[in-house]
């Protein structure tokens, strides 16, 4: 019995040392587990508090494209293709040009203004329109094949890598894009038919070749002139020589004729060389042209008037323009004491080509002395005015002199009477 308390006991205590044991495992494991979180999590507060956040990387952005990336073109033609250099960055950075997958026979340039470039500077923050001027000029070999083919332009610098993908398609019926560009700034122009018309255009050459444009103009109405002034020539020009790749600045002056009625007037100039042939619709639209010319029926400006009697002089208004002239005011200007009255001096409307009769009663002071005299007659409204200047002859009555002259000739009687009574003795 008491061997078997012993064993009892032990088994006892056996099981109660490993009980203890695995609670003591469970308690370290735990503390373990506890320390390290605590230790991590303080890890990464310090870490988060301490460090500050990453900085922007700063540099070049650029974008290399272009207007038209696809064009269509006929075995041995030649186009152009205008590209532009952007940058979103804060790094400028120079980088060198190149084309690459170019199909044998084809030829290319980078143009830069008049002149080849394989590089060119890219600055910060530089916008499409602060781009340098710059094309790629592109010929195309007479024995091409048909099809479409890919080319791809690189910029490479620095801390740059811009590709830009073209695509030309080759086809024999392709009518192709125009080498050149005749352009204005304003096309369209109005004004009165004095007005001389000039219009700001630019001329561009997109061929890989110098070339010589012969200027004209079609469609000009009869009494009209239209001028072509190329930039820093001191004449006029028939035709203007423009370098590959380059433009050049020409002035058309259009100047309309005299009695050019209202309305919209197109002329078509045209840039020729070759076979290219440039068209540049201008429009003119004439407005209302005001003109006013005051006259007499016979054009004589003259009169002849009687002191304190009233002489009647025919007056004209004519309509030298092409609008109506509404509501036309006469006025007038004369010496002191004299009066000038109009039988109308409002006239309502007078038609373009048209004129108008005013009668104007010009009676000279009682005691004004024979001579020459100014009358000024204005013919006026809100768009026209013209002035005439009628010089009146203030005389005497036949009568009068009559008297003065029998009284003259008896004076010479009795002096003549006179004499001989005296002279006798």
Request: some cysteine; overall charge negative; aromatic content about 6%.
């Given at each position: 019995m008491e061997k078997a308390t012993v064993r009892s006991n032990r088994a006892g205590i056996a099981k109660n040392v490993v009980?203890?044991?695995?609670?003591?495992?469970?308690?370290?494991?735990?503390?373990?587990?506890?320390?390290?979180?605590?230790?991590a999590g303080s890890s990464t507060a310090s870490q988060s508090e301490t460090e500050a956040p990453a900085p922007t990387v700063s540099g070049t952005d650029v974008v290399f494209s272009t207007d038209y990336p696809g064009v269509s073109v006929k075995p041995g033609d030649s186009t152009t293709f205008s590209l532009y250099l952007t940058n979103d960055g804060d790094k400028q950075d120079t980088v060198e040009l190149s084309a690459a997958d170019l199909p044998d026979g084809w030829t290319g340039s980078f143009k830069g203004s008049s002149s080849e470039v394989s590089m060119v500077h890219v600055a910060a923050a530089q916008?499409?329109?602060?781009?340098?001027?710059?094309?790629?000029?592109?010929?195309?070999?007479?024995?091409?094949?048909?099809?479409?083919?890919?080319?791809?332009?690189?910029?490479?610098?620095?801390?740059t890598d811009a590709k830009l993908p073209l695509t030309v398609k080759v086809d024999k019926n392709e009518k192709g894009v125009a080498a050149g560009e005749f352009t204005a700034e304003y096309p369209e122009q109005q004004g009165a038919s004095s007005t001389n018309?000039?219009?700001?255009?630019?001329?561009?050459?997109?061929?890989?070749?110098?070339?010589?444009?012969?200027?004209?103009?079609?469609?000009?109405?009869?009494?009209?002139t239209v001028t072509f002034t190329p930039s820093g020539a001191s004449a006029q020009s028939a035709s203007v020589p423009v370098d590959a790749g380059s433009s050049s600045s020409i002035t058309v002056a259009v100047t309309p004729s005299k009695d050019a009625k209202q309305g919209d007037y197109e002329i078509d100039c045209t840039a020729t060389s070759g076979d290219e042939t440039l068209k540049l619709p201008l429009t003119v639209?004439?407005?209302?042209?005001?003109?006013?010319?005051?006259?007499?029926?016979?054009?004589?400006?003259?009169?002849?008037?009687?002191?304190?009697?009233?002489?009647?002089?025919t007056l004209e208004v004519q309509n030298t323009g092409n609008v109506a002239?509404?509501?036309?005011?006469?006025?007038?200007?004369?010496?002191?004491?004299?009066?000038?009255?109009?039988?109308?001096?409002?006239?309502?409307?007078?038609?373009?080509?048209?004129?108008?009769?005013?009668?104007?009663t010009i009676t000279p002071a009682k005691d004004a002395v024979i001579g020459d005299y100014v009358t000024a007659i204005t013919a006026k409204n809100d768009n026209a005015s013209s002035e005439a200047d009628l010089r009146v002859s203030v005389q005497n009555h036949t009568g009068w002199g009559v008297v003065a002259i029998v009284i003259i000739a008896a004076l010479v009687v009795s002096l003549g009477a006179i004499i001989r009574k005296f002279g006798r003795r």
């Amino acid at each position: 019995m008491e061997k078997a308390t012993v064993r009892s006991n032990r088994a006892g205590i056996a099981k109660n040392v490993v009980l203890a044991g695995v609670l003591c495992s469970a308690i370290a494991a735990w503390s373990f587990t506890s320390v390290n979180a605590y230790a991590a999590g303080s890890s990464t507060a310090s870490q988060s508090e301490t460090e500050a956040p990453a900085p922007t990387v700063s540099g070049t952005d650029v974008v290399f494209s272009t207007d038209y990336p696809g064009v269509s073109v006929k075995p041995g033609d030649s186009t152009t293709f205008s590209l532009y250099l952007t940058n979103d960055g804060d790094k400028q950075d120079t980088v060198e040009l190149s084309a690459a997958d170019l199909p044998d026979g084809w030829t290319g340039s980078f143009k830069g203004s008049s002149s080849e470039v394989s590089m060119v500077h890219v600055a910060a923050a530089q916008t499409k329109e602060a781009s340098p001027t710059l094309s790629y000029a592109l010929s195309i070999p007479e024995d091409a094949k048909e099809g479409t083919y890919n080319l791809t332009l690189e910029a490479k610098g620095d801390s740059t890598d811009a590709k830009l993908p073209l695509t030309v398609k080759v086809d024999k019926n392709e009518k192709g894009v125009a080498a050149g560009e005749f352009t204005a700034e304003y096309p369209e122009q109005q004004g009165a038919s004095s007005t001389n018309f000039s219009f700001s255009t630019t001329l561009k050459n997109n061929g890989s070749a110098n070339a010589t444009y012969a200027l004209a103009a079609d469609n000009v109405p009869d009494g009209w002139t239209v001028t072509f002034t190329p930039s820093g020539a001191s004449a006029q020009s028939a035709s203007v020589p423009v370098d590959a790749g380059s433009s050049s600045s020409i002035t058309v002056a259009v100047t309309p004729s005299k009695d050019a009625k209202q309305g919209d007037y197109e002329i078509d100039c045209t840039a020729t060389s070759g076979d290219e042939t440039l068209k540049l619709p201008l429009t003119v639209t004439v407005t209302g042209t005001y003109g006013m010319t005051l006259t007499t029926p016979s054009g004589n400006l003259s009169a002849k008037a009687y002191a304190g009697e009233g002489k009647k002089v025919t007056l004209e208004v004519q309509n030298t323009g092409n609008v109506a002239l509404k509501n036309v005011q006469l006025t007038s200007q004369a010496s002191t004491d004299w009066n000038v009255e109009f039988d109308n001096s409002t006239i309502d409307s007078i038609d373009p080509g048209a004129s108008k009769e005013v009668t104007a009663t010009i009676t000279p002071a009682k005691d004004a002395v024979i001579g020459d005299y100014v009358t000024a007659i204005t013919a006026k409204n809100d768009n026209a005015s013209s002035e005439a200047d009628l010089r009146v002859s203030v005389q005497n009555h036949t009568g009068w002199g009559v008297v003065a002259i029998v009284i003259i000739a008896a004076l010479v009687v009795s002096l003549g009477a006179i004499i001989r009574k005296f002279g006798r003795r």
